[in-house]
C-alpha cells in the first residue's frame, strides 16, 4: 500500500474533495445493518460506503440545509456514531453553517440548554434520542427544523433526514474559508460549567493534516470513542478519510470485542481507561503464550493502539509490545482541536506525552503549558471573560503543568487547578500520586485531594480481582500500598488518610473522574 498521502488542508470541504479524488472506489466507512433472513432470525451484516458516496450524500444534506433556509446557521446532532451522523456533521461544516455535536449520554434538559446556548436552529438526532427532540421542540424556542436520521416520530418541526436527501442532488459546491467558524463543541465539564468551544475550518482541517504518521491509506480503523468527542472527530473521521482509511463504526463499548473480530482493524483509538481495563485482562492471560492472545482477541493484522485523553501509565507500552501492538499516546484538548502533541513511528519517548506537532509551539510560563498555532481556538461562544482567561496574545493557557524537553517532546506533571497546596505551602500535584499508587493491580481508580489539612487517597478496589486473589480485608491491603508509597515519597507528599469507595467515581463520557 502506499505511505500515508495526506497534505494539510485548510478547510474540512478541501479535506473530503481531495479524499474523494484519492481513493473514490474505496470503502470509507463500514457499519453493521440487521436484516431478517429466510428463518426468521435477524442477521448481523456490513454496510458500506465509498469515499465518492460520502461526498454525494454530505452535499446533498448541505443542499437540504439550504433549501430549508438553514445555510449559516447553527446544527446541532446528537447520537451515538453512525454513517448518519458523519454526514450529517460534513454536509452541515461543508455548507458554511455551524456543527454543535452533543454528548449523547447527557440527561435531556442539559440537551437542550446546550442547544439554547449555542443559538441552534436546526436539531439532527438518532432515533435513540427522540426524547430529546421533543422536548427540545417544546423548549428550545430558537429551534426552526428537527431532521432525524431514521422515520420520523411524529414530533413537531420534524422531518425525515435522509427523505430530504434523496430529494436532492449532488453537487453543492459552496467553499467555506479557512478562519470561518466550523464548530462549536462543549467540553466535558469535568470541573466545572462546560464551555462551546468555537473552532474554525482551519484549526479542525490543518490539525487533522499537517503531521504525516507514516499511516498507509486503506488502513482499518474501529471507531469506539464518542463521536461527539474531539479526539474522536479529529483521528478517527478526519485524520482517517484524509489518508484514505477504513473507518470501521463501534455500535456499542460492550461489542468492542465482538467487533474487533468482525471488522479486523489494524488500528483502534481509545482513552487510558479502556488500555488500563484491556491490560488487566491480558494479565489474567499472561500464562497463555502471547501470539496466541493476539491473534484470538485482536486478530494477526492487529498493531496500533492511539491513546489521548488522560494520563497512560508507560508501563502498559512495554506490557502492549509483548503482544506486538504499538501504543501512541497522544496529549490535546479541545481548545486546540485537539491534539497538541503525539508519539507515533520513530518520535517516541518515555514518560513523554509527544512530541509538538507541526502547527504549534509552546512555553512554559510559572509551571503551566502555554501553545500557539493554526489549532488553538476563536474562543468560548458567548462567554467573553472565560475567553479572556484562556487566552493571551494567542496563547492558549492549558491549566497543564509540565516542560518541553530539546527534542520538542511534552513531558506534563500535574493539573494546575488539582493542585494541592500544603499547609507549609508546598505545591503537589495529585495526579502524581494517584498515577504511583495506580500502578497496583487492587486499585482500579483513585483520587487523591486535600482533606482536614492532609492528602486523602479515596479509592475504588478491583473488587473482582480482590475476590480472585482471596482478599477479605480490602482496606488493610490498601493501607499496605499506602504504606509502601509513603516510605519512598517525601513527608509533604504522603497519604494520611484512606477512603475505600464501593462504587465506581462519576465520570465524563471521556471517561475521566470528575473532581468536583
Not at 462549536?184 to 469535568?190: A, L, N, V, Y
Amino acid at each position: 500500500m502506499d505511505r500515508d498521502m495526506s497534505k494539510m488542508h485548510s478547510t474540512i470541504r478541501e479535506l473530503l474533495v481531495a479524499a474523494e479524488q484519492d481513493f473514490g472506489a474505496q470503502d470509507a466507512f463500514r457499519y453493521k445493518i440487521k436484516s431478517s433472513a429466510d428463518s426468521g432470525k435477524k442477521e448481523v451484516k456490513i454496510e458500506s460506503r465509498t469515499y465518492t458516496q460520502l461526498k454525494n450524500d454530505t452535499e446533498c444534506f448541505s443542499a437540504v440545509l439550504a433549501a430549508l433556509g438553514q445555510q449559516g446557521k447553527h446544527v446541532a446532532i446528537v447520537g451515538p456514531t453512525s454513517y448518519s451522523w458523519v454526514v450529517a456533521y460534513f454536509g452541515t461544516a461543508d455548507s458554511g453553517s455551524v456543527v454543535v455535536p452533543l454528548d449523547a449520554n447527557l440527561p435531556e434538559t442539559d440537551l437542550c440548554e446546550l442547544i439554547d446556548r449555542a443559538d441552534v436552529t436546526t436539531l439532527v438526532y438518532d432515533e435513540a434520542k427522540a426524547g430529546v427532540a421533543q422536548m427540545a421542540s417544546e423548549r428550545c424556542a430558537k429551534l426552526e427544523h428537527i431532521l432525524c436520521m431514521s422515520e420520523p416520530h411524529g414530533i413537531a418541526k420534524e422531518q425525515s433526514m435522509w427523505e430530504l436527501i434523496g430529494a436532492q442532488s449532488a453537487g453543492f459546491a459552496y467553499t467555506p474559508q479557512p478562519d470561518q467558524l466550523a464548530t462549536i463543541m462543549f467540553t466535558s465539564g469535568t470541573t466545572g460549567k462546560s464551555k462551546g468551544v468555537m473552532l474554525t475550518h482551519r484549526n479542525l482541517a490543518e490539525n487533522a493534516t499537517c503531521l504525516d504518521m507514516g499511516l498507509e491509506s486503506g488502513i482499518v480503523i474501529l471507531s469506539v470513542l464518542p463521536i461527539h468527542h474531539a479526539y474522536c472527530l479529529s483521528m478517527d473521521i478526519l485524520k482517517g478519510i484524509s489518508i484514505g482509511s477504513v473507518i470501521c463504526i463501534n455500535d456499542s463499548l460492550l461489542r468492542v470485542a465482538k467487533n474487533i473480530k468482525l471488522f479486523e482493524p489494524n488500528m483502534i483509538l481509545m482513552v487510558p481507561l479502556m488500555i488500563e481495563t484491556l491490560a488487566k485482562k491480558l494479565e489474567e492471560a499472561a500464562w497463555i503464550p502471547a501470539p496466541l492472545v493476539k491473534a484470538k482477541v485482536f486478530g494477526k493484522q492487529f498493531h496500533t493502539v492511539c491513546s489521548g485523553g488522560a494520563y497512560l501509565n508507560p508501563a502498559y507500552l512495554e506490557m502492549f509490545k509483548k503482544y506486538g501492538i504499538t501504543i501512541w499516546q497522544g496529549y490535546g484538548m479541545t481548545e486546540c482541536s485537539p491534539v497538541i502533541s503525539t508519539n507515533y513511528g520513530d518520535f517516541m519517548k518515555d514518560g513523554s506525552v509527544g512530541r509538538l506537532m507541526p502547527n504549534c509551539e509552546a512555553k512554559v510560563v510559572d509551571e503551566e503549558l502555554w501553545v500557539k498555532g493554526s489549532s488553538v481556538m476563536q474562543g468560548y461562544y458567548n462567554m467573553p471573560k472565560e475567553t479572556e482567561e484562556t487566552l493571551e496574545d494567542g496563547w492558549l493557557k492549558t491549566g497543564d503543568l509540565g516542560y518541553v524537553d530539546e527534542d520538542g517532546f511534552v513531558f506534563l506533571t500535574g493539573r494546575k487547578k488539582n493542585l494541592i497546596i500544603t499547609p507549609n505551602g508546598e505545591n503537589v500535584s495529585p495526579e502524581e500520586i494517584e498515577n504511583k499508587l495506580a500502578e497496583n493491580r487492587l486499585v482500579q481508580e483513585v483520587l487523591v485531594r486535600e482533606s482536614e489539612g492532609v492528602i486523602e487517597a479515596e479509592i475504588f478496589p478491583d473488587y473482582e480481582y480482590a475476590g480472585k486473589k482471596k482478599i477479605k480485608d480490602i482496606q488493610s491491603e490498601l493501607q499496605k500500598i499506602i504504606d509502601a508509597y509513603n516510605q519512598g515519597a517525601p513527608l509533604y507528599k504522603r497519604v494520611f488518610k484512606i477512603k475505600v469507595r464501593e462504587t465506581e467515581f462519576d465520570k465524563n463520557t471521556t471517561k475521566k473522574i470528575k473532581r468536583f
